[in-house]
């Protein structure tokens, strides 16, 4: 999906801004009308989106809410998820914590609720989540 298809996808809003840099390669747009973070791959291939946990759409999985949780609580849920999955190789750790699900392309990271963190998931396409530290720029797994 391109910068365009998303945008239209999201009913023709336009972002908020927009931050293109060397190091995310192609950059990310903020929707913060529907608390939502895009990020871009050269070409303007969509790579990733960015769930805001206070002002983003809830998504669930199942009847399992992902965005706004406690984390403990959506790590546990992750983790028997994968348990029941069997043995593939499902759980994926990430170099700064975040737990990861690889059938579901998402990272649990985090967002500040005042003194509470709740979880802010990063749903990545499957080349990102192979490498999405260097694919992404530090504002995609920044805590906020």
């Not at 965005?67 to 998820?81: K, N």
């Not at 190789?89 to 059938?103: K, Q």
């Not at 396409?125 to 797994?141: C, E, F, I, Q, V």
């Amino acid at each position: 999906m391109s910068r365009g298809e998303a945008s239209a996808e999201l009913g023709g809003i336009r972002a908020d801004w927009s931050v293109r840099n060397a190091h995310d390669e192609a950059g990310h747009d903020s929707y913060s009308e529907v608390g939502l973070t895009l990020y871009f791959a050269v070409g303007d291939r969509l790579r990733a989106v960015r769930v805001d946990a206070l002002g983003g759409p809830q998504v669930f999985v199942k009847d399992t809410a992902l965005v706004g949780r406690v984390p403990s609580e959506l790590e546990r849920w992750v983790e028997a998820r994968a348990e029941r999955r069997g043995p593939d190789p499902e759980l994926v750790c990430l170099p700064g914590g975040e737990v990861g699900s690889l059938s579901l392309g998402v990272a649990l990271c985090l967002q500040r609720a005042g003194d509470r963190l709740l979880t802010r998931p990063l749903f990545l396409d499957s080349d990102t989540m192979d490498d999405g530290y260097n694919k992404l720029g530090r504002d995609a797994w920044a805590i906020s």
